[in-house]
């Protein structure tokens, strides 16, 4: 999972707004901001260094019509890396990961992804390919550069007119309308093409995964092998992810409560929770604290948006989640630097194309929920915000909705593995079962100690590996999986409560 890195007096890097809409699902993978050094800028390949990789790869490009239904009209370059295998003993076969989001670059993930899938590059090459309105095919994305984060009033943007600002600059430059997942994924398909490759092994993680479930249904003869890690079924809205917070939440009080160390250090957790978000929602808390970075005095405004939405991106990963109880103990005694510093954490993840991102939840997710699911919605404080927020992009960004048919559950008996981690925060197992309800060749496991990203944080990279090499989920097993890998609470600022009493699972 995401290596975070603590630095938070740079600007923000992403929209406010944005982040508001992608207050569940997106989860930065890992922690470097890769840039190539060198890109094709012509039709042909060129060698290329990414930054995490100490070796040069292959850099390209293949030029599509943004709106296929014009091919005549304005042309896009869709971007890809190429990380050949070690020995490529398939040469007709590539291994692709697909980024999630909606908004991140493969291409600026691949130190992560060539760590993660280095058993399945020694024998097949792995790419990436940076999805339409993403990295560097023709990105959308409204930075507000002028914004500090940790002064900065986030509840008091208007959110309506920063979309209206982002519509504005990206006008030039694209239809915004033309960057949904359907049609990314016969960029994909060109691209396959393009190289040459008869087949593709599909990964892909959170959003990815809705993606590589479109590339099942629309070319199901291009595709090997699927892996989806943290599912996003066809059938469900991101946007109904607000109960998935609410209960990622409350499993992390039932754990604490379950620990004696927890317990005993933390007795009224969810009160210190509820105590402290009720108080800033009353009055945004605003003082001098010490920089996380540098230790400097530095000017801190925390309102009820920013304390939640750390303690929701803590839930991602098991570092920060072990840190969560402290950071709350702390906030409800009035001393936020605990929560300062994860709070700078969650500025410094990998950038979202915040124009892509509204462009596809605005088509396939937003036009979809019904009314029933609205309410319950209005219920959450996670719901009922990343609900407001979209409403507001989406009156702005006017992409039309989706076919209906678009939510069907996938019909493939294509092999396929489903990866759903038991404390997730956005995609909860519940999540992989319906997508699992019409494949016919595939096997759902689920993690009971990992949250978001399966393959990034246990032994599910090797189960992939493994469904690559046999070509079929018959021998798969998921007792690795159920592996202990618990990380103690942190009970005070530099000790950690003493490990469980682990047992071992047969690999």
Known sequence: ??????????????????????????????????????????????????????????????????????????????HYALLPAIKNQYPNEAFVAIAGGPGQSAIDNAAGFERTFSKIRETRDILLIDQRGTGRSNILSCGFDHINALSADDESIDIKQEAKKCLIKLSNKADVTQYGSDIAVSDFEA?????????????????????????????????????????????????????????????????????????????????????????????????????????????????????????????????????????????????????????????????????????????????????????????????????????????????PAVNTSFADAIDSDIPTLLLSGELDPATPPSWGELADEKLSHAKHFIAPYATHGIAFQSCGNKLIAQLVNDGSVDNLDDKCLKKDVRRGFFLNASSIEPQPTQTKAKE
């Open 1 to 78: 999972m995401m290596l975070w890195r603590l630095n938070c007096t740079r600007s923000v890097r992403k929209s406010f707004w944005a982040a508001l809409l992608l207050s569940g699902l997106t989860q930065p993978l890992f922690s470097v901001h890769a840039q190539a050094e060198s890109i094709s800028t012509s039709g042909k390949q060129s060698s290329c260094y990414l930054n995490g990789l100490s070796e040069k790869v292959v850099c390209g490009k293949v030029t599509v019509a943004e709106n296929p239904q014009q091919p005549e009209g304005r042309h896009i370059d869709i």
């Open 191 to 399: 691209v396959r093409k393009a190289l040459g490759y008869q087949k593709f092994h599909l990964y892909g993680v959170s959003y990815g995964s809705r993606v590589a479930q479109l590339y099942m249904r629309h070319y199901p003869n291009s595709l090997l092998t699927v892996t989806l890690d943290g599912v996003v079924p066809m059938q469900q809205s991101v946007l109904t992810q607000g109960e998935a917070i609410d209960r990622a939440i409350e499993l992390l009080f039932k754990d604490c409560q379950q620990s004696t160390s927890c317990k005993h250090a933390f007795p009224k957790l969810k009160q210190d929770y509820q105590n402290t978000s009720k108080r800033l929602k009353t009055k945004a808390y605003q003082g001098t604290v010490n920089d996380p970075s540098t230790g400097e005095p530095t000017q801190l405004l925390l309102t009820q948006s920013k304390f939640l939405s750390t303690i929701r991106i803590g839930l991602y990963d098991g570092k920060m989640r072990a840190l969560l109880p402290y950071a709350i103990h702390q906030a409800n005694k009035g001393n936020y630097q605990a929560i300062l510093g994860l709070y700078s954490l969650t500025q410094s993840g990998v950038d979202i194309a915040t124009g892509m991102n509204a462009s596809v939840v605005c088509g396939e997710d937003l036009p979809r929920l019904t009314p029933q699911q609205k309410t319950r919605l209005e219920a959450s404080y996670f719901g009922r915000t990343l609900l407001s927020s979209t409403e507001q992009i989406c009156d702005v960004w006017k992409v």
